[in-house]
């Protein structure tokens, strides 16, 4: 099964996508991960990514779509993926199309802005394997510390509330539309994101059919 999850900033894709990882035993491809990482690694991706990530603007689609094309190329997304964060435009969503990538489903997880901005204050990030923590609503059981691979959780620099306002503001400009492009295909799915991660979890898995 081939999936995305749309959804703003702070809506819960990453969250939802390590959780459909060990139901669906498939890999998640987050975007957001592998330019953090080429940042922490010094790379040319990671050079060219990190103005734009700062400042909460979108890396330019022709870097992403090639990282995109290798990673669901490699042999463990042969019996499916979880796209995390990508497409965001209409021309990288178009390009997923023309190179042939098969999409099942699209399941945006729908977040009021208002409470958006409220997760991000309390999201903690792995430094090592990206996995999402929030204090409250999604604690690591020792503080501080990934529950996945021990690393120390930080607190990302683009989660600052004027960078959250602008990525929102980005969101709702250039990502938003892509929900037509999908409802028009029927491969769109809406989930409320509102609620606990395990109850969006179960909508997104009824939401699939997925049978787990
Ligand atoms: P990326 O890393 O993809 O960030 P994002 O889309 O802005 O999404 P987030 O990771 O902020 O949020 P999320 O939806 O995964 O939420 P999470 O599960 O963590 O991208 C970062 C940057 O990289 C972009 O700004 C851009 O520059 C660049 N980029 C990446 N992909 C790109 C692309 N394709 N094209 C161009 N540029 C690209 O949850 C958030 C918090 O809420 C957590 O603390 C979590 O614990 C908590 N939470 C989750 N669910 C719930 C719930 N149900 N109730 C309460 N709290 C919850």
Redesign the pocket.
């Given at each position: 099964m081939n999936l995305i999850?749309l959804?703003?900033?702070?809506?819960?894709?990453?969250?939802?996508?390590?959780l459909l990882v060990k139901k669906l035993s498939i890999p998640a491809i987050?975007?957001?991960?592998?330019?953090?990482e080429a940042m922490a690694k010094g790379t040319e991706l990671g050079k060219k990514?990190k103005q734009?990530?700062d400042?909460?603007?979108?890396?330019?689609?022709e870097?992403?779509l090639g990282i995109?094309a290798d990673r669901v190329a490699q042999p463990d997304c042969r019996d499916g993926f979880i796209l995390?964060?990508?497409?965001?435009?209409l021309a990288?969503a178009e390009a997923l199309e023309a190179k042939g990538v098969k999409i099942d489903h699209v399941v945006s997880?729908e977040?009021d802005d208002a409470?958006?901005e409220g997760?991000?204050t309390?999201?903690?990030?792995c430094s090592k394997c990206?996995a999402?923590?929030?204090?409250?609503?999604?604690p690591p059981k020792t503080e501080g510390i990934c529950d996945s691979c021990g690393s120390a959780l930080i607190t990302?620099k683009?989660?600052a509330p004027e960078t959250?306002r602008r990525?929102l503001k980005?969101?709702h400009a250039s990502?938003e539309v892509l929900k037509d492009f999908y409802a028009k295909l029927g491969r769109l799915r809406t989930v409320n994101?509102?609620?606990?991660?395990e109850?969006?979890n179960a909508d997104i898995l009824e939401a699939i059919g997925a049978q787990v």
């Amino acid at each position: 099964m081939n999936l995305i999850l749309l959804g703003a900033p702070g809506a819960g894709k990453g969250t939802q996508a390590e959780l459909l990882v060990k139901k669906l035993s498939i890999p998640a491809i987050s975007t957001g991960n592998m330019l953090r990482e080429a940042m922490a690694k010094g790379t040319e991706l990671g050079k060219k990514a990190k103005q734009y990530m700062d400042e909460g603007a979108l890396v330019p689609d022709e870097l992403i779509l090639g990282i995109v094309a290798d990673r669901v190329a490699q042999p463990d997304c042969r019996d499916g993926f979880i796209l995390d964060g990508v497409p965001r435009t209409l021309a990288q969503a178009e390009a997923l199309e023309a190179k042939g990538v098969k999409i099942d489903h699209v399941v945006s997880i729908e977040v009021d802005d208002a409470e958006i901005e409220g997760r991000m204050t309390g999201r903690r990030v792995c430094s090592k394997c990206g996995a999402s923590y929030h204090v409250v609503a999604n604690p690591p059981k020792t503080e501080g510390i990934c529950d996945s691979c021990g690393s120390a959780l930080i607190t990302r620099k683009d989660d600052a509330p004027e960078t959250v306002r602008r990525r929102l503001k980005v969101y709702h400009a250039s990502t938003e539309v892509l929900k037509d492009f999908y409802a028009k295909l029927g491969r769109l799915r809406t989930v409320n994101g509102s609620q606990s991660i395990e109850g969006a979890n179960a909508d997104i898995l009824e939401a699939i059919g997925a049978q787990v």
